[in-house]
């Protein structure tokens, strides 16, 4: 399918930069590869004598076995850097380097870092598209754009919802991402839901209400999951804790399970970006609510979207 539409941006390293005409685009391409898909189509050849490298210097299943699926499905190839131990990165070598390299061997890249800002040391001297499939704490809006996507699918509107986010908003790097490109959209409002401790942060939350966003904090789950209509939940962020003390404190506070959501709305999903460990009871996996498993799938499609919407963007320095 050819990618007649230009997106506004050429990397793509924050969801600052992803406007409504942006996701219109993105969702566009991705729903015609979900549906070609389910009726057989297994490759498309849109990325064909395209290489695609994926540079991970932190753990990872979805984000680069989705984009390595998302490549291999349209036809192009892959150079791939696991935990980024096989590398010169290990020697001492720079981020910006490496950017200016790696156009050598690749025509687009995604890169998840621990440091926050690495996408775009890497990408300063990139003069091809980036992608920033993590860096630290900070940012990961592919991932943002995959759950806004599975928000489409399941409830069929972007707008007027009651969005409960629960668990570590500190250190999630999916859950302030996801409340910007939600907050394009009219009558969204949302409930944070975690301890004092692992709270969004200051900044964040001050730039959230600058812009008018609806946010309520809260550290109480019950009064509130009736209301939803959506309820988000993140993982406690171990790696970025400073010690296990810290983590156990705050760790376990919540677990969502069928007794919690006995009279939640009918039509509540619960979204989750995985790997989940022990925030969701596994018996919700089979309940109808839960669209974890779904968001994982779809992720393949939006990746597919964005790589050929990418794959030819003339980098702008
Ligand atoms: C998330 C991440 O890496 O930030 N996972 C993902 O990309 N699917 C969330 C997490 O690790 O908890």
Not at 32 to 61: H, K, M, V, W
Not at 176 to 193: A, D, H, Q, V
Not at 246 to 271: A, F, H, Q, T
Request: charged share 25%.
């Amino acid at each position: 399918m050819t990618a007649e539409q230009k997106l506004s941006f050429s990397h793509l390293l924050s969801s600052n930069q992803i406007n409504k005409e942006d996701i219109d685009i993105i969702f566009d391409l991705a729903q015609q590869y979900q549906q070609q898909f389910s009726s057989g189509t297994r490759s498309f050849n849109d990325c064909q004598d395209y290489i695609l490298a994926t540079l991970f210097f932190e753990p990872s299943t979805r984000t680069r076995f989705s984009f390595e699926s998302a490549m291999h499905r349209l036809n192009g190839k892959i150079i791939s850097l696991e935990q980024g131990l096989s590398s010169s990165v290990k020697k001492g070598e720079s981020l910006e380097d490496m950017g200016r390299v790696f156009s050598k061997y690749s025509d687009i890249v995604v890169i998840r870092h621990p440091e926050m800002s690495s996408a775009w040391r890497f990408a300063k001297y990139s003069p091809i598209p980036v992608i920033n499939g993590g860096d630290g704490a900070n940012e990961h809006p592919t991932q943002s754009l995959t759950d806004l996507y599975t928000i489409k699918q399941t409830k069929n509107k972007l707008y007027n919802l009651t969005i409960g986010i629960v668990g570590d908003l500190k250190n999630s790097r999916t859950a302030y991402s996801l409340i910007k490109l939600l907050s394009l959209y009219p009558n969204n409002k949302f409930i944070l839901i975690s301890p004092q401790e692992i709270q969004l942060k200051e900044s964040h939350k001050e730039k959230l209400r600058n812009n008018n966003v609806d946010i309520v904090e809260t550290d109480e789950i019950e009064s509130q999951i009736n209301n939803l209509d959506i309820l988000y939940v993140i993982r406690t962020q171990k790696e970025r804790f400073d010690n296990k003390a810290e983590y156990d404190k705050v760790n376990g506070k919540y677990r969502i399970n069928n007794e919690l959501l006995k009279n939640s709305k009918e039509d509540l999903i619960i979204m989750h970006a995985l790997p989940k460990i022990d925030e969701i009871d596994p018996e919700i996996d089979d309940n109808k609510k839960a669209k974890y498993f779904f968001q994982a799938e779809v992720a393949v499609f939006v990746r597919m979207a964005l790589l050929n919407l990418m794959k030819d963007s003339k980098v702008r320095f």
